[in-house]
């Protein structure tokens, strides 16, 4: 069953809203930290795993030159290193340092413990059931997207 138009258009005002809402919530968190909201979300995917500088700005939906202004930060701060990809001499791999692991940890300590605050009054059902349906449309934008991205596929009756 598709989900009608009016429904859609809805969903996309309220992921907006929601988009502002934790911009809101990530600025007033950052204030006082040496790592604004853009270094932040930098440093969690770095955080993921060790990976190339392409790979990292292609995820994050941002160009190759600000993602190095980035990286370049944060290496200057300790949180990050950079070093050849031995598959590929010209490429760079990129993770954190034990500093940054550690940066990273307190990040997102300090931001669950005030997402916490700002939700006392949900219960821890409604909570879960939000994550679940958070992660259920985030996996479904991410798949329409990369297919979107890789274009039509193309049937050759020769093949």
């Not at 934790?22 to 853009?38: H, K, L, P």
């Not at 692991?101 to 949900?122: M, P």
């Amino acid at each position: 069953m598709a989900v009608e138009p009016s429904t859609a258009a809805e969903l996309v005002r309220e992921i907006f809203d929601l988009q502002r809402a934790v911009r809101c919530v990530a600025v007033a968190n950052s204030r006082g930290m040496d790592t604004g909201v853009a270094l932040q979300g930098v440093l969690r995917f770095v955080g993921e795993k060790e990976s190339r500088a392409t790979h990292l700005a292609a995820r994050l939906g941002v160009s190759a030159p600000v993602l190095s202004r980035h990286i370049a930060e944060l290496e200057e701060l300790g949180l990050v290193h950079r070093r050849p990809d031995p598959e590929d001499g010209r490429a760079q791999l990129v993770a954190l340092t034990e500093a940054g692991r550690v940066k990273l940890r307190d990040i997102e300590e300090h931001r669950a413990s005030t997402l916490q605050e700002y939700l006392r009054e949900w219960s821890q059902h409604d909570a879960e059931e939000t994550a679940k349906i958070l992660r259920n449309l985030a996996a479904s934008l991410k798949d329409s997207a990369r297919a979107k991205a890789a274009g039509p596929i193309t049937h050759n009756p020769d093949h």
